[in-house]
Each structure stands twice: as structure tokens, then as C-alpha cells.
């Protein structure tokens, strides 16, 4: 579905509504819903639309997902989302999980962004150059 300028544009400026401290606020986001479905300005479906869009895309910049070949200390869980909080910003959600396939290190992924050091990745890369 194309989607119009117009409504990009709405929904560009409805996101800017809903954002607190530069974080988009969930409560916000359902008023902000609630009076377009209400008015029912030209165009509100593709405004909605594409409002849904962007708050997705904001929230996966606003979540981490580290999987690591053995269950992280503490410690260094907390120097992982030091480290993220300075590149990313503050207010990001970060899973751990444990994955035993990738034999040793570590794979974030936060929004789009991949960040792989893991053993799996290393040997994959060389199984590639030979």
C-alpha cells in the first residue's frame, strides 16, 4: 500500500507528540490513536498505518537482544549495558539469553544494528575465504 505524503507527514509529527525525553511513551501512543481515530482526519488510515510503522521501528532501536555461548556474570551484563547505553542512548531494553551454538563470545543486536563476535561467526567467515 503507498502511502501519501500527507500521512507520512502526520504520522512523522504524531510520533514527535508521543516522544518524552527523546523515548516514545506508550500512553501517548493510545491518546495519539485515540483522537485520530476519533477525528478521522483525511487520510487517517494511512496515517495510522504508518504511525504503527514508526513506533515499531522505534521500539526495535530500543531493544537489545545479547545471546552468548555461556550465561554472563553480572558484572559483565552490567559493563554490556554501560557500553550500550553510551552508543545507543539511555532507556534500552536488553534481553540475554543463552545460545550454545555459537560456541564462545557474543552477538547483540540492537534494532538493525548486528554485532557479532562470536566463535560461530569467526570460523563461518573462514569456511568462506577458503
Not at 532507556?91 to 554485532?115: C, E, F, P, T
Amino acid at each position: 500500500m503507498k502511502t501519501s505524503k500527507q500521512a507520512r507527514t502526520g504520522a512523522r509529527q504524531l510520533l514527535q507528540s508521543c516522544r518524552v525525553n527523546g523515548l516514545v511513551e506508550e500512553a501517548k501512543v493510545q491518546r495519539a490513536v485515540q483522537t485520530v481515530i476519533a477525528h478521522k482526519p483525511r487520510g487517517y488510515v494511512g496515517i495510522l498505518s504508518q504511525f504503527r510503522r514508526l513506533v515499531k521501528l522505534d521500539l526495535d532501536r530500543r531493544s537489545a537482544r545479547v545471546e552468548s555461548a555461556v550465561p554472563l556474570s553480572a558484572t559483565l551484563q552490567s559493563q554490556v549495558a554501560a557500553s550500550l547505553a553510551r552508543r545507543y542512548g539511555p532507556g534500552l531494553n536488553i534481553a540475554y539469553s543463552q545460545n550454545a551454538a555459537l560456541l564462545g563470545g557474543m552477538r547483540i543486536k540492537v534494532g538493525s544494528d548486528v554485532y557479532d563476535a562470536s566463535v560461530q561467526a569467526r570460523l563461518k567467515a573462514l569456511a568462506e575465504s577458503l
